[in-house]
């Protein structure tokens, strides 16, 4: 499949690229309510990035602009810490959007990351993501939106470089020891990225800069920056960045 080119937008500042996200993600909503879809499937990325980007989705303006009711949420990684660890990608979601909006809890689908046995529990996730999340033209759930961020590494999700999850071809979900950090994970793969209709990628900071510029080089090494691969899927890619992190990007300008 030919790699599709992503869109860029440039923002002033973090805080404004993740608004940018969240005025994005409602006109997802908005446009599937429009094609008479009421219901909406969501996965939430980890990190600190998209906090901006849920905490404005809980107030107003934008709080206004959309119904929570329609959507599944989901999430594309997590640590393997309990729920109410201070690391947990699950953690974050909840207090900063899903708690803020009263999202009933049979419409949160966390990872099962802190369960002892983690290849049992990636399987139950994916078998549960296979079975709620309404199935694209290539066979495989399609999120309307996954959200991701990035790594000064070029990591996404839980994809770091030189994993072997990154020729991950078979399964959707994954858990594996992370050597870089000496802890392990729960991921999506990519095969389940590529089938999203959307992939929105938050990346902020001038210590992304390098990351950013070789992850949007066409032809770059998806070992060395994984989230390269994002393009390779049949997904309309959105890179929301703020400028200090779009520094050696070419088109240096807000949008
Ligand atoms: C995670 C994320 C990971 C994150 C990047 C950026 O679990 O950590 O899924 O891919 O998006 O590491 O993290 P920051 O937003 O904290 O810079």
């Known amino acids: 499949m030919a790699d599709r080119e992503p869109t860029i937008v440039i923002a002033s500042d973090a805080a404004e690229a993740g608004r940018r996200a969240a005025e994005s993600f409602i006109d997802v909503l908005s446009d599937n309510v429009e094609a ?17 980007c ?7 303006p934008l709080r206004d602009r959309f119904d929570p009711a329609g959507v599944e949420w989901f999430f594309s990684d997590e640590r393997c810490v309990p729920p109410d660890h201070p690391d947990s990608n699950f953690g974050l979601a909840r207090r900063s959007l899903l708690a803020p909006l009263g999202v009933a809890s049979d419409r949160i689908h966390r990872m099962p990351a802190d369960e002892d046995d983690l290849t049992s529990a990636a399987a139950h996730y994916e078998h549960m993501v296979r079975s709620r999340v309404p199935i694209g033209s290539n066979g495989l759930p399609a999120f309307d939106v996954i959200f991701l961020g990035l790594g000064a590494d070029g990591h996404t999700a839980s994809l770091f470089p030189g994993s072997p999850a990154l020729g991950e071809r078979h399964h959707l979900v994954k858990a594996h020891r992370i050597e870089s950090h000496g802890a392990w994970r729960m991921t999506m793969t990519f095969p389940l990225l590529w089938a999203a209709r959307r992939l929105f990628v938050l990346a ?3 210590n992304k800069a390098e990351a950013v510029a070789a992850v949007l080089l066409p032809g770059s090494d998806a070992n060395r920056w994984p989230a390269a691969t994002l393009r390779e899927g049949s997904s309309a890619v959105t890179w929301f960045l703020d400028a200090d992190v779009a ?4 088109r240096h300008r807000p949008t």
């Open 36 to 52: 008479g879809r009421e219901r909406h499937f969501i996965a939430l990325a980890g990190g600190s990035t998209p906090e901006v």
């Open 247 to 250: 520094r050696l990007v070419e």
């Open 204 to 206: 902020t900071g001038a």
């Open 54 to 60: 849920y905490r404005a989705l809980t107030e107003p």
